[in-house]
């Protein structure tokens, strides 16, 4: 379990670092948003599978190339729901606050950030959940050093073990249940202003 936590932490972490600050530039900036979203739209569709033997090529086997499947599959949900976030500031809130006097920097810290952090968190549990799902995709791509759930899984199918299939899917979903558990609670404290 441990190994397999280690994976989707990678992945995930890299989507987070990349999908929420492109998410911000392009829901802020009309221009960056039509150069991005045609590759965007082309890219994501593409289901995580069909990138494992790329990965292999680019990767090799072992924790880059699942971390990579992991990242792809997390990373479109987290970047599309911050662009929908940032978009979804009322525009009447961006101008209060230019009357005001508030410059660029000040509207993103006291207007747009917040009002873009619920979009954010649901992109971010959609994206771990998402994560969880292509792990034993990942998984597939071979792993050199430990083990890892979806490892666990396959080794089972072809062994004939089903209930060493169903307590892997078990792990999964419990720790997925409780790795969303802690994004709500990080997300209620974060917004105790709602």
Partial sequence: CLYSLLRV????????????????????????????SPLVETIRPIPPLAWIPLAILWFGIGLRSAAFIIFLGCLFPILLSTISGVLSVDKILINAARTLGADDRQIFAKVLLPGATPAIYTGLRIGLGIGWMTLVAAEFTGVKSGYGLGYMIMTARDIQRP??????????????????CGLRCMESKTLRWR
């Avoid at 932490?9 to 039509?34: M, N």
């Fill in 9 to 36: 932490a990678c992945g995930f972490l890299l989507a987070v670092l990349i999908g929420v600050p492109l998410g911000i530039l392009c829901g802020w900036s009309r221009v960056l948003r039509d150069i991005l």
């Fill in 163 to 180: 209930d060493l299939v169903l307590a892997g899917m078990a792990v999964i979903g419990l720790t997925g249940f409780l790795l969303d």
